[in-house]
């Protein structure tokens, strides 16, 4: 499974590609909000410090205006990944940007017949929120679980993107359910590396060697 950074934060990024596990970035509307710069700023910023997809999301809602503002958006680098809203403009631009070899990053997916739908819409990634899902007391795992089933029917080659990953338990389901990547907050992905167990054994270990490092 790819492991995404789900974050606008210059610092944690690079943080975290210094751990060797990042595989590429998404952000958000919100997210860029954050981070306060400019947004191509931010974007080109992050290219330097990642080489792997980049999602950038549109802000736009009629087909034709996200078609010119992903065109911008792809221009900026070649790992730009046009993030796009699973509403049927959306869909509308994703199909053109896929006819022009410009990836695409469907968000905001709820259910199993959205996914469907941006997948023959020729999305390169959908994005389902699963801990949006477990906010509202909908199994977000689940989805992931049909998506998963649905893609690997129709051999789909659209590859699912587990959002909103709120710990560690999000973390290692969509591992197991197969999902192609996942993306998650620094948080997140800090809480996948800790056990308490890894702490206290090294603790141990670097106490005993102390009583025998200068025999
Ligand atoms: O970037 C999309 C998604 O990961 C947002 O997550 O935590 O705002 O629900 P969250």
Redesign the pocket.
């Known amino acids: 499974m790819k492991i995404f950074i789900?974050t606008g934060d210059t610092t944690e990024i690079k943080e975290a590609n210094d751990w060797g596990l990042i595989d590429g970035v998404?952000t958000?509307p919100s997210l860029a909000a954050k981070a306060g710069k400019n947004f191509k700023q931010l974007i080109t910023e992050i290219t330097q410090i990642v080489d792997g997809p980049i999602s950038a999301e549109v802000v736009s809602l009629t087909a034709d205006e996200m078609y010119k503002e992903g065109k911008e958006l792809a221009s900026w680098h070649k790992n730009i990944v046009v993030k796009v809203p699973l509403i049927p403009e959306g869909l509308k631009a994703v199909k053109r940007f896929t006819a022009e070899g410009i990836k695409t990053n469907v968000?905001l997916c709820f259910n199993a017949n959205q996914a469907l739908l941006a997948a023959k819409a020729g999305a390169s990634y959908i994005?389902p929120?699963v801990?949006?899902l477990d906010d509202i007391s909908q199994d977000g795992l689940q989805l992931i679980r049909d998506i998963r089933l649905i893609y690997d029917n129709y051999g789909f080659d659209t590859e699912i993107l587990t959002?909103?990953a709120r710990g560690p338990y999000h973390f290692m389901e969509a591992a197991k359910i197969g999902s192609d990547v996942i993306?998650a907050p620094f948080s997140v992905i800090k809480q996948v590396i800790k056990h308490p167990l890894t702490d206290s054994g090294l603790k141990q270990f670097l106490e005993d060697w102390k009583k025998v490092a200068n025999l």
């Open positions: 789900d998404t958000n968000t994005s929120f801990g949006r959002a909103s993306t």
